[in-house]
Nanobody, 126 residues
C-alpha cells in the first residue's frame, strides 16, 4: 500500500522560508513524475511545480525564482524549498505522485497523478 505523507508546513512571516517534505512509502519514486499542488481556502487547487522522470523541474509563474522542487531517490522523498514567502502563498500544500514516468511540465495537470498526501498547511503572515 502506498502512503504519501507531507510535512514541514507551519506559520512564517512574509519573507521567510519553509521546506516541505513528502515521504513516500510502499512505492519507489525513482524516475516517477512528482509534483506539488496547493489550495488556498475558497480557491481551486493549483499546481506549483513538478519534477519529471529525467529530473528536470518545472514551475508555475507564482513559484519561479522563489521555490525549488527536488527529489531524493535514496530517501524516496520529494521536497519543496520555499523562500521569500508571501501572504498569497498561504494554502494547504499537497504532494502528488504519478504511477508512471513523464517528461515535461505536468504541474498543471492534477488528473495524471495517482497518489496524493493529506497536505501540510502553510500560513504566511504579512
Amino acid at each position: 500500500q502506498v502512503h504519501v505523507v507531507e510535512s514541514g508546513g507551519g506559520s512564517v512571516q512574509a519573507g521567510g522560508s519553509l521546506r516541505l517534505s513528502c515521504a513516500v512509502s510502499g512505492y519507489t519514486v525513482t524516475r516517477k513524475c512528482m509534483a506539488w499542488f496547493r489550495q488556498a481556502e475558497g480557491s481551486e487547487r493549483e499546481g506549483v511545480a513538478n519534477v519529471d522522470s529525467s529530473g528536470s523541474t518545472y514551475y508555475a509563474d507564482s513559484a519561479k525564482f522563489r521555490f525549488t522542487i527536488s527529489r531524493d531517490n535514496d530517501k524516496n522523498t520529494l521536497y519543496l524549498q520555499m523562500n521569500s514567502l508571501k501572504s498569497e502563498d498561504t494554502a494547504m500544500y499537497y504532494c502528488a505522485v504519478r504511477d508512471d514516468s513523464c517528461v515535461g511540465r505536468y504541474y498543471d495537470q492534477d488528473s495524471i497523478y495517482n497518489y496524493w498526501g493529506q497536505g501540510t498547511q502553510v500560513t504566511v503572515s504579512s
